[in-house]
């Protein structure tokens, strides 16, 4: 057995490099095994450093061919080179020199997917977090910022594009059939942002003119022949850039802005200076063979990316322990922007439910940490919803306390003051301090505390008295012994619904700072353990209305009365929070449910719940994608997590069905107007408005199929589909009701045909078939591992499989007898040989296995532990393994 455990890096143990390395100047000359990298290096030692001091430069396999120091061959006793570090022993005393390091790289045998590889044909890279130490020697770390100068040489014939970051400065004809570019980036920039692709490739052009007059050439690649699905991306990329102005007041920098979408990719895309890296996935859609939630997906990826331009590569992150310094902000520019172009309510219910869907489990379990963590074995595997998503909520907790225009001026100050450097939280967090004069010190808790804070709130009305009483106590259970827990500030929106849900008005609150900005909720804010608000001045007994538009990333238990959240789910004025009351109203159904299915009785939904549901279906006033979020039903991975121990997912799944089925009988004849008013009359169109419609028409379909109990709506609806969202959707519900009819073989197999060409577009239907609700799926899945279109090297199929498998189908992969557990740990296993990274995420599926029911506890665990005792075990999954099982 071999594992690389690897370091303990530690945030404490932070300081800066001795050396600094003003210029970069690299030559690649690109050959599918054997890639030569001369790398020369203007070095400057930095002040008060010792003249002389032996300087260390990072490599991660690496073949060192020669160095030369102020251009002279450097002898064996002044470098020593292993595949991992160089090592100058004694540099010039001199205040600055130059290093100049030729290696050697195979990017044809690079399956990791970092550093320079190879991906259909064409050479790619991947730089962060550290994967530029796989290209050459270099100080690897986002402090380090320096001017990229890049000339590329390949094969004129087999690799006509050559591309890298920044603006091009020259290209030609080298002999022996082969040519070159050279690319110059004027920003200084740390190694991660580096970016080359080279290749050949088809291109969609346009351009953008920047509000002070800049005109900037656009560009997508993708596969030749695939330009047209390249529009729509290019249409998100020309609405960010404006909207990034607009916002923020954020101009564009360069001449050119560059897009490559490749099919092998860990991840969704890569923000490299001038030059985003995509997977294809998200950059290729036509109505054909892309989704509403594919197009959805485009738009708020191009635009992250693109947005990272200034929040990320313009000020970047002085170690990776900031990583949340440029996640969390440009997470939450995303979600604005996608905020601002389609329904603001369906968006920010989307963002909540993937919070608690991902964020809120991992906060919870074993690989629970703070969003910006103080110690890491390998960084890879802290590209998580805590840092992302939590760290995007915090960023939005700032907003709603400083209001719209103390944010603004903090981000203003951000920008003016860091522009070009490689800031910390805390110098973030000092901007808006600032501007907005205001003490952020315990706010600063969020990014340090781990863990989902716990509101507890109680109210009493005193109808002589006229004053309206809320007790509002705060918990944080520490979910790793001995992490702080120490009271945070929670900014609470309310309001206070009198009869029909208009907002009362009141005199004066005690006993907690409150804000009020202009157009804006009014906000308490928490600050103790337990705080005694008193409203003076109420006329009527009111419902609270709290935590609007999900103003905290907290839990609430134990939830509102009941009878105040029937109310709120009618009348709240606030559409998130309605949205919230109907949805916990229906957990707690599907609870009861869960509990009667395991106790032998049938499952049902509540007489209230049926009256609210079909009213919410009836209600034409609210708008159709909103209506659609409404009308579905909590996951069962949801209820899984909510009952929180003990879980039996057969018994959810049961209970999920039994409601769904009840609900859709007593509402069928509103589902059936549903279904037929919204019949798609006018061409496909992406936009919101369209997709609310199909999204409703959708949720319509699934009912009525539960109604009558059988899939002939599905096979209709199936047959005359024009679009993917209409055409996945009606395949899932027929595959997925009814996976042993020939009507739903013949349907998956009339899509495997038509879309055989296509593989971005068949990971729908692996993902389709991984997730029927029934234990045979193991057997199915194993099987779809030797179906043609199947890849163990490709990222993207393995999540659209295995991934899927594992993290949304808990019938399955949860099989009473372990089988789901092994065929993921066997996979696991398989793909770590090749591709740590990806392994490492897919375990991750893994981390709630305590609180399994006994018998799948205990399978589960020996399936994890036969893993780990392995052959060879990477950093990267070691790493997430011991921290499972701790
Ligand atoms: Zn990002």
């Given at each position: 057995?071999?594992?690389?455990?690897?370091?303990?890096?530690?945030?404490?143990?932070?300081?800066?490099?001795?050396?600094?390395?003003?210029?970069?100047?690299l030559?690649?000359?690109?050959?599918?095994?054997?890639?030569?990298?001369?790398a020369?290096?203007?070095?400057?030692?930095?002040a008060?450093?010792?003249?002389?001091?032996?300087?260390?430069?990072?490599?991660?396999?690496?073949?060192?061919?020669?160095?030369?120091i102020?251009?002279?061959?450097?002898?064996?006793?002044?470098?020593?080179?292993t595949?991992?570090?160089?090592?100058?022993?004694?540099?010039?005393?001199?205040?600055?020199f130059?290093?100049?390091?030729?290696t050697v790289?195979?990017?044809?045998?690079?399956?990791?997917?970092m550093?320079?590889?190879?991906?259909?044909?064409?050479?790619?890279?991947?730089?962060?977090?550290?994967?530029?130490?796989?290209?050459?020697?270099?100080?690897?770390?986002?402090?380090?910022?320096?001017?990229?100068?890049?000339?590329?040489?390949?094969?004129?014939?087999?690799?006509?594009?050559?591309?890298s970051?920044?603006?091009?400065?020259?290209?030609?004809?080298?002999?022996?059939?082969r040519h070159?570019?050279?690319w110059?980036?004027?920003?200084?920039?740390p190694?991660y942002?580096?970016?080359?692709?080279?290749?050949?490739l088809?291109?969609v052009e346009?351009?953008?003119?920047?509000?002070?007059?800049?005109l900037?050439?656009?560009?997508?690649?993708?596969?030749?022949g695939?330009?047209?699905?390249?529009a729509?991306a290019?249409?998100?990329?020309?609405?960010?850039?404006?909207?990034?102005?607009?916002?923020?007041?954020?101009?564009?920098?360069?001449?050119?802005?560059?897009?490559?979408?490749v099919?092998?990719?860990?991840?969704?895309?890569?923000?490299?200076?001038?030059?985003?890296?995509?997977?294809?996935k998200?950059v290729l859609?036509d109505?054909r063979?892309?989704?509403?939630?594919?197009?959805?997906?485009?738009?708020?990826?191009?635009?992250?990316?693109?947005?990272?331009?200034?929040?990320?590569?313009?000020?970047?992150?002085?170690?990776?322990?900031?990583l949340?310094?440029?996640?969390?902000?440009?997470?939450?520019?995303?979600?604005?922007?996608?905020?601002?172009m389609?329904?603001?309510?369906v968006?920010r219910?989307?963002?909540?439910?993937?919070?608690?869907?991902?964020?809120?489990?991992?906060?919870?379990?074993?690989?629970?940490?703070?969003?910006?963590p103080?110690?890491?074995?390998?960084?890879?595997?802290?590209?998580t919803?805590?840092?992302?998503?939590?760290?995007?909520?915090?960023?939005?907790?700032?907003?709603?306390l400083?209001?719209a225009?103390?944010f603004?001026?903090g981000m203003?100050?951000?920008?003016?003051?860091?522009?070009?450097?490689?800031?910390?939280?805390?110098q973030f967090?000092?901007?808006?301090?600032?501007?907005?004069?205001?003490?952020?010190?315990?706010?600063?808790?969020?990014?340090?505390?781990?863990?989902?804070?716990?509101?507890?709130?109680?109210?009493?009305?005193?109808?002589t008295?006229?004053?309206?009483?809320?007790?509002?106590?705060?918990?944080l259970?520490?979910?790793?012994?001995?992490?702080?827990?120490?009271?945070?500030?929670i900014?609470?929106?309310?309001?206070?619904?009198g009869?029909?849900?208009?907002?009362?008005d009141h005199d004066?609150v005690?006993?907690a700072?409150?804000m009020?900005?202009?157009?804006?909720?009014?906000?308490?804010?928490?600050?103790?353990?337990?705080?005694?608000?008193?409203?003076?001045?109420?006329?009527e007994?009111?419902?609270l209305?709290?935590?609007?538009?999900f103003?905290?990333?907290?839990?609430?238990?134990?939830?509102?009365?009941?009878?105040?959240?029937?109310?709120?789910?009618?009348?709240?004025?606030?559409?998130?929070?309605?949205w919230?009351?109907?949805?916990?109203?229906?957990?707690?159904?599907?609870?009861?449910a869960?509990?009667?299915?395991?106790?032998?009785?049938?499952?049902?939904?509540?007489?209230?719940?049926?009256?609210?549901?079909?009213?919410v279906?009836?209600?034409?006033?609210?708008d159709?994608?909103?209506r659609?979020?409404c009308?579905?039903?909590?996951?069962?991975?949801?209820?899984?997590?909510?009952?929180?121990r003990?879980?039996?997912?057969d018994?959810?799944?049961?209970?999920?069905?039994?409601?769904?089925?009840?609900?859709?009988?007593?509402?069928e004849?509103?589902?059936?107007?549903?279904?037929?008013?919204l019949?798609?009359?006018?061409?496909y169109?992406?936009?919101?408005?369209?997709?609310g419609?199909?999204?409703?028409?959708?949720?319509?379909?699934?009912?009525?199929?539960?109604?009558?109990?059988?899939?002939?709506l599905?096979?209709?609806?199936?047959a005359?589909a024009?679009?993917?969202?209409?055409?996945?959707?009606?395949?899932m519900?027929?595959?997925?009701?009814?996976?042993?009819s020939e009507?739903?073989?013949?349907?998956?197999?009339?899509?495997?045909?038509?879309f055989?060409?296509?593989?971005?577009?068949?990971?729908?239907?692996f993902?389709?078939?991984?997730?029927?609700?029934?234990?045979?799926?193991?057997?199915t899945?194993?099987?779809?591992?030797?179906a043609?279109?199947?890849?163990?090297?490709?990222?993207n199929?393995?999540?659209?499989?295995i991934?899927?498998?594992?993290?949304?189908?808990?019938?399955?992969?949860?099989?009473?007898?372990?089988?789901?557990?092994?065929?993921?740990c066997?996979?696991?296993?398989r793909?770590d040989?090749?591709n740590?990274?990806?392994?490492?995420?897919?375990?991750?599926?893994?981390?709630?296995?305590?609180n399994?029911?006994?018998?799948?506890?205990?399978?589960?665990?020996?399936?994890?532990?036969?893993?780990?005792?392995?052959?060879?075990?990477?950093?990267?999954?070691?790493?997430?393994?011991?921290?499972?099982?701790?």
């Amino acid at each position: 057995m071999r594992t690389e455990t690897g370091q303990v890096i530690r945030l404490g143990d932070y300081r800066p490099s001795d050396y600094l390395i003003d210029k970069t100047d690299l030559v690649f000359r690109l050959d599918p095994t054997r890639t030569r990298v001369t790398a020369k290096l203007q070095m400057r030692r930095r002040a008060g450093v010792a003249p002389g001091t032996p300087l260390t430069l990072d490599g991660d396999g690496l073949t060192f061919v020669g160095a030369r120091i102020d251009g002279a061959d450097a002898g064996d006793n002044a470098v020593s080179a292993t595949a991992d570090a160089l090592v100058v022993n004694a540099p010039p005393a001199s205040e600055t020199f130059t290093l100049e390091i030729e290696t050697v790289v195979d990017p044809t045998a690079n399956t990791q997917l970092m550093g320079l590889y190879r991906t259909g044909g064409n050479y790619c890279t991947q730089c962060e977090a550290e994967g530029f130490r796989r290209i050459t020697y270099f100080l690897d770390r986002p402090d380090v910022l320096s001017v990229y100068t890049v000339r590329i040489e390949a094969d004129r014939k087999d690799v006509p594009l050559l591309l890298s970051n920044g603006n091009p400065v020259e290209q030609g004809d080298l002999d022996d059939g082969r040519h070159y570019a050279v690319w110059r980036d004027p920003h200084p920039k740390p190694s991660y942002l580096f970016a080359l692709f080279a290749g050949n490739l088809g291109v969609v052009e346009d351009e953008f003119t920047t509000a002070s007059g800049r005109l900037v050439t656009l560009k997508i690649y993708v596969e030749h022949g695939k330009e047209p699905r390249a529009a729509y991306a290019m249409d998100a990329l020309k609405r960010s850039m404006r909207w990034d102005e607009e916002r923020f007041g954020l101009e564009y920098d360069l001449d050119i802005f560059q897009i490559v979408a490749v099919s092998d990719f860990n991840m969704g895309a890569m923000e490299n200076k001038g030059l985003n890296i995509f997977n294809d996935k998200y950059v290729l859609a036509d109505p054909r063979t892309a989704t509403d939630q594919d197009y959805a997906s485009i738009e708020a990826i191009i635009a992250h990316e693109y947005f990272h331009n200034w929040t990320g590569n313009r000020i970047t992150c002085r170690d990776w322990f900031q990583l949340c310094l440029k996640e969390g902000l440009t997470v939450y520019r995303d979600q604005e922007f996608s905020a601002d172009m389609r329904s603001r309510p369906v968006k920010r219910i989307g963002d909540v439910r993937l919070l608690r869907a991902h964020q809120f489990p991992e906060d919870s379990g074993p690989l629970a940490h703070p969003v910006r963590p103080r110690t890491y074995r390998e960084i890879n595997n802290f590209y998580t919803a805590t840092v992302y998503e939590k760290g995007a909520e915090i960023v939005r907790m700032l907003r709603t306390l400083l209001g719209a225009k103390g944010f603004a001026a903090g981000m203003d100050l951000y920008f003016q003051r860091h522009d070009g450097e490689a800031a910390t939280i805390e110098q973030f967090l000092a901007c808006f301090a600032e501007a907005a004069q205001t003490d952020l010190t315990q706010f600063a808790l969020w990014y340090d505390q781990p863990g989902t804070p716990n509101l507890a709130i109680t109210t009493r009305y005193d109808r002589t008295a006229r004053t309206f009483a809320v007790t509002v106590n705060q918990s944080l259970k520490p979910p790793v012994a001995g992490t702080p827990n120490a009271p945070m500030v929670i900014p609470i929106a309310f309001a206070l619904a009198g009869k029909n849900g208009s907002t009362l008005d009141h005199d004066a609150v005690s006993g907690a700072r409150t804000m009020q900005h202009e157009g804006e909720d009014g906000v308490l804010v928490i600050t103790e353990p337990k705080h005694e608000i008193v409203f003076t001045g109420i006329a009527e007994e009111p419902v609270l209305s709290v935590l609007r538009g999900f103003s905290a990333p907290v839990t609430r238990v134990p939830q509102a009365p009941t009878r105040d959240r029937f109310f709120l789910a009618r009348h709240d004025s606030d559409p998130f929070s309605r949205w919230e009351a109907l949805n916990s109203l229906a957990m707690e159904d599907l609870i009861k449910a869960t509990r009667a299915v395991s106790a032998g009785d049938p499952a049902a939904a509540s007489d209230a719940l049926v009256d609210i549901f079909s009213a919410v279906a009836g209600d034409g006033t609210f708008d159709n994608a909103y209506r659609a979020l409404c009308l579905t039903l909590p996951a069962e991975t949801d209820i899984a997590r909510e009952i929180g121990r003990d879980i039996d997912p057969d018994a959810i799944n049961k209970a999920r069905r039994g409601v769904t089925e009840h609900l859709a009988k007593a509402c069928e004849r509103v589902f059936a107007r549903i279904y037929h008013e919204l019949q798609p009359r006018n061409a496909y169109d992406p936009g919101a408005e369209g997709a609310g419609r199909r999204a409703l028409r959708n949720v319509a379909l699934t009912m009525l199929c539960h109604a009558a109990r059988s899939t002939d709506l599905a096979e209709q609806a199936l047959a005359e589909a024009d679009n993917m969202t209409d055409r996945a959707h009606a395949l899932m519900v027929l595959t997925h009701l009814a996976p042993e009819s020939e009507a739903a073989a013949q349907a998956l197999e009339a899509f495997r045909t038509a879309f055989r060409a296509e593989p971005i577009v068949l990971d729908k239907w692996f993902t389709i078939q991984a997730t029927v609700p029934r234990a045979e799926t193991v057997e199915t899945v194993q099987a779809l591992t030797k179906a043609p279109g199947f890849s163990w090297d490709n990222p993207n199929r393995l999540r659209s499989l295995i991934g899927a498998f594992a993290t949304g189908n808990p019938v399955a992969f949860n099989r009473a007898d372990g089988k789901g557990y092994e065929l993921l740990c066997a996979a696991i296993g398989r793909i770590d040989a090749k591709n740590p990274q990806v392994a490492a995420r897919l375990m991750t599926a893994m981390r709630a296995w305590r609180n399994l029911e006994p018998g799948r506890r205990q399978r589960a665990k020996t399936a994890i532990e036969s893993l780990r005792r392995g052959d060879r075990v990477s950093r990267d999954l070691a790493d997430i393994i011991d921290r499972t099982l701790a």
